[in-house]
Structure formats: structure tokens, C-alpha cells
């Protein structure tokens, strides 16, 4: 069964950074591509970072040059550095495969706030 454990979140103020953490079990994680979604309140989750199993990455235009996505395959972790945090980045973010394979975590929650 797959798990996925997502961290690091909290309440920055705009322009801070965090790090968000992911950590898999139950899954042969070198063989997919990984990505960090989030959901904002009152919006459908999507898709905001993915790596591939190439170590290749895709940003969403909204999040491209603040966000940054990468894995370790031996950790069975993928992480998501998120920087220059505007509050239209408050969402609980979670981590699932490139195309969501699997069941969610219960997500991480970031709010922007002065």
C-alpha cells in the first residue's frame, strides 16, 4: 500500500520560503515521475511541479523560477522549495505521481500571510 507523507508547511509571510518534504513507502518510487500539487480553498487541486524519473521538471506558469522540485531516489522523498511566497500560494499542497496514481496524503498546509 502506498503512503505518502507530506511536511513542512506552515504560515510564512509574502516573499518567505519553505521547504516541503514527501516522504513514499510502499512504492517503487525510481520508476515514476513524482509531483507536487496543491489545492487552494475553494479550487480544484492541480498540478504545480513534477520531476521526472529522468530528473527532468515541469513548473506551472504561476510557480515557475519560485519553485523548485527534486527527489531522491534512494529516500523515497521528493521535496518542493518554494520561495518569494505570494499570498495566492496559500493551498494545502500534497504529493502524489507525476499523474496521480494514488491515494492522497493529507497534504501540507501553506498559508501566506503579513
Known amino acids: 500500500q502506498v503512503q505518502l507523507v507530506e511536511s513542512g508547511g506552515g504560515l510564512v509571510q509574502p516573499g518567505g520560503s519553505l521547504r516541503l518534504s514527501c516522504q513514499t513507502s510502499?512504492?517503487?518510487?525510481?520508476?515514476?515521475?513524482m509531483g507536487w500539487y496543491r489545492q487552494a480553498p475553494g479550487k480544484q487541486r492541480k498540478l504545480i511541479a513534477r520531476i521526472f524519473t529522468s530528473g527532468n521538471t515541469y513548473y506551472t506558469d504561476s510557480v515557475k523560477d519560485r519553485f523548485s522540485i527534486t527527489r531522491d531516489n534512494a529516500e523515497k522523498t521528493v521535496w518542493l522549495q518554494i520561495s518569494s511566497l505570494k499570498p495566492e500560494d496559500t493551498a494545502v499542497y500534497y504529493c502524489?505521481?507525476?499523474?496521480?496514481?494514488?491515494?492522497w496524503g493529507q497534504g501540507t498546509q501553506v498559508t501566506v500571510s503579513s
Open positions: 510502499g512504492v517503487v518510487f525510481s520508476t515514476y515521475s
Open positions: 502524489n505521481s507525476g499523474s496521480s496514481l494514488w491515494s
